[in-house]
């Protein structure tokens, strides 16, 4: 069975600092992958996917992920974080079938330090 | 084209009450997830209904329920409210891959 985890609840970085945001899926194929970005009070906003091809990816507002799939991890990476970037970040991931899947991890909300 | 759009966005029901609501999907669009978000809980997905047919359930009981119209609009429904359902209620659309494209959601507080 799919299942995504995100091992950090919380994490704090200060403004201009690099992030790293952890994500472990366990899937027996080639998982479709996601993350997403919650703003308070907000829905999510899809940030980046991955479903084949080259194992990092690009995705809005500077965020970046690479798949390893020999870690079965999808980290979110930024070089540089701005105080607009406090959120809560969801990775997910999904699987193609006769009924499509997708499931989130609990999330890992941000607090960037001035 | 025009995102995700979840009506009320804001609602106030008594324990006990019953209520509906709303997601109007993404344009050609034909599958809506409804998630519960708490802060407890996170995000928990209810049901996911594909061409006015529900594919796929999550561990809810059988007071939540939905259903999907011919134009892919999609209606939740949560009957005999208690207060453990007061949860901001995200509606996502997808159209043919995995990607979500989620709505505002509707913020239910039950008193």
């Known amino acids: 069975a799919q299942s995504v985890t995100q091992p950090d609840i919380h994490i704090t970085v200060s403004e201009g600092a690099s992030l790293e945001l952890r994500c472990n899926y366990s899937y027996g194929a080639t998982p479709y992958l996601f993350w997403y970005v919650q703003s308070p009070g907000q829905g999510l906003q899809l940030l980046l996917k991955y479903f084949s091809g080259d194992t990092l990816v690009q995705g809005i507002k500077g965020f970046e992920a690479e798949f390893k799939r020999s870690q079965s991890s999808f980290n979110l990476r930024k070089p540089s974080v701005h105080w607009s970037d406090a959120a809560e970040y969801f990775c997910a991931v999904g699987a193609r079938g006769r009924d499509d899947k997708i499931i989130f991890g609990k999330g890992t909300r941000l607090h960037i330090l001035p | 084209k025009a995102g995700v759009t979840q009506t009320p966005r804001y609602l106030i029901k008594t324990r006990g009450q019953q209520v509906t609501l709303s997601c109007s999907p993404i344009s050609g669009h034909r599958s809506v997830s409804w998630y519960q978000q708490t802060p407890g809980q996170g995000l928990q997905f209810l049901f996911e209904y594909f061409s006015e047919t529900q594919r796929n359930k999550g561990n809810f009981p059988g007071r939540f329920s939905g259903r999907q119209f011919s134009n892919s609009r999609s209606e939740m429904n949560v009957s005999t409210l208690e207060l453990g359902d007061s949860a901001l209620y995200l509606c996502?659309?997808?159209?043919?891959?995995?990607?979500?494209?989620f709505g505002p959601g509707t913020r239910l507080t039950v008193t």
């Open positions: 996502a659309s997808s159209g043919g891959t995995l990607e979500q494209y």
